[in-house]
Nanobody, 118 residues
């Protein structure tokens, strides 16, 4: 199993920056992930993709965050980071870390709140 622990959320003014971190605190899945990423869910809305970094291939970003957010990480070590710059009020949401294994169901973190004030 994989237990993902997120950190770095908080309250920031529009135009500010935050850096989210995600790490596996307990895992037997080292080097068995096909992708890691971040999703977010705002109140009353569905969970949506923010960014994905695949084991093979090109990093994917939601159109709404391109040029402002940067995902990085180490799939073998099951860690990921989301650098968020020029934050906007519409970025306010709970952000969830995802670890997607080569086989089996995805793993999710508990979520971290990001609030951007105008």
């Amino acid at each position: 199993q994989v237990q993902l622990v997120e950190s770095g959320g908080g309250l920031v003014q529009a135009g500010g920056s935050l850096r989210l971190s995600c790490a596996a605190s307990r895992s037997t899945f080292s080097n068995r992930m096909r992708a890691m990423g971040w999703y977010r869910q705002a109140p009353g809305k569905q969970r949506e993709l923010v960014a994905i970094i695949p084991r093979i291939g090109t990093t994917i970003y939601a159109d709404s965050v391109k040029g402002r957010f940067t995902i990085s990480g180490d799939i073998i070590k099951i860690t990921s980071y989301l650098q968020m710059d020029n934050l906007k009020p519409e970025d306010t949401a709970v952000y969830y870390c995802l670890a997607s294994p080569l086989l089996g169901n995805d793993f999710w973190g508990q979520g971290t709140q990001v609030t951007v004030s105008s």
